[in-house]
């Protein structure tokens, strides 16, 4: 398939080297840096912050802090959302500050907290603001600016190609769309074709998402969009190496091998969260991930088992817990490289 020998060559963004054409999506409560370390390791191209509301960043808000925080990577890419221009500059600026190497500017999210806001894909419905916003970031800040976003707001505003050509005009280097509008949230299937709608109309690189979690899907979206790389979210739920994994056809570094090696891993990963967050806080936070792994790698775990690792407040017994879940026969492990 030429379109996966394709996603192997490095992408050029605005004097930036990404090293292949498979992203990991940002994903808000997901993609930390814990998440991201593991995705990088495994070979993604690139991974992005979640996103960083601009308002409270520029105000010093708690929280935002571990968000734009360089995390060692090659390439830190920070995503932020708001509505007030003086406020996207402002995060702009602090996240440049602290070493992003490119800016991601959030007209996708369709989260009524978000829209409500007039951020996000709310953007999508008024393009002379969503301009403000893209020129003041563009104009605040050396490094590349990028924007996210959907096809638009509802079937009946698919304008995410004159949104991505006015971007390119104001300085924008590379545009990701997820193939869907607003109004359908998640639901439906990515309409893949429409994103060559936005390839036709700039000439930086376009970036395809949307319901990818295999190879075979990122071949077709390629194909079918015509796009320069493909950005993947939803797929990596329980398997941090999928973009690695569809970057290197398969053979990527460092997938647990075996259930003990898996065990480990989960583990580690586990811990970085605790590190990161505090013990408190960490727990909570990494439920969702051990949901995920059990539900991927060891379905066959009992529910006392689960119940005890997703609600227990004593990291040692969730640790006792889904090492013995993972690494035990009882609880049979399915290692899956690709969805
Ligand atoms: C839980 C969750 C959080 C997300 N957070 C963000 C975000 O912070 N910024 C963003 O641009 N998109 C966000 N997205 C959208 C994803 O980046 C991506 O566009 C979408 O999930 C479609 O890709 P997929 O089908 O590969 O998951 C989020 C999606 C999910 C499911």
Redesign the pocket.
């Known amino acids: 398939m030429p379109e996966l020998t394709k996603l192997t060559v490095p992408l050029d963004v605005g004097g930036v080297t990404i090293r292949n054409r498979v992203f990991l999506?940002?994903?808000?409560?997901?993609t930390d840096e814990p998440f991201r370390q593991r995705a990088h390791a495994h070979g993604a191209g690139l991974v992005v912050s979640?996103?960083v509301a601009s308002g409270e960043l520029a105000k010093g808000r708690a929280g935002c802090d571990l968000r734009i925080r360089h995390s060692g990577l090659p390439v830190h890419m920070v995503?932020l959302?708001g509505r007030e221009a003086v406020h996207m500059a402002e995060g702009a600026r602090i996240a440049e500050g602290e070493g992003a190497d490119i800016i991601d500017i959030?007209m996708?999210?369709p989260a009524k907290k978000v829209t409500g806001g007039y951020a996000g894909s709310a953007l999508m419905r008024d393009l002379d603001h969503a301009l403000t916003l893209i020129e003041a970031v563009v104009g605040a800040v050396e490094v590349p600016v990028t924007v996210?976003m959907r096809l638009g707001w509802d079937e009946g505003a698919l304008n995410a190609p004159m949104l991505a050509r006015r971007a390119e005009q104001a300085g924008v280097r590379m545009v990701t769309v997820?193939g869907r509008t607003r109004c359908q949230f998640?639901q439906g299937k990515?309409d893949w074709r429409a994103i060559a709608r936005v390839k036709e109309a700039v000439s930086i690189p376009v970036v395809a998402?949307?319901?990818?979690?295999s190879a075979a899907e990122a071949a077709d979206i390629l194909e079918q969009s015509g796009a320069d790389a493909v950005?993947?979210?939803?797929?990596h739920y329980g398997a941090p190496w999928i973009a690695g994994s569809i970057a290197a056809a398969g053979g990527a570094a460092g997938i647990p091998q075996s259930p003990r090696a898996l065990a480990d891993y989960i583990i580690a990963h586990y811990e970085d969260m605790l590190t990161l967050y505090g013990s408190e806080s960490g727990l909570r936070q990494a439920r969702k991930h051990l949901g995920w792994y059990l539900d991927r790698h060891a379905a066959g775990a009992g529910l006392d088992q689960r119940k005890a690792i997703l609600t227990s407040f004593e990291p040692a017994r969730v640790i006792a817990e889904l090492r013995d879940a993972f690494s035990t026969a009882a609880a049979p492990v399915t290692l899956r490289s690709a969805a």
């Open positions: 999506a940002p994903m808000s409560g997901i979640e996103m995503q959302a959030n996708g999210c996210k997820h998640y990515a998402n949307g319901d990818v979690g950005m993947v979210g939803r797929a």
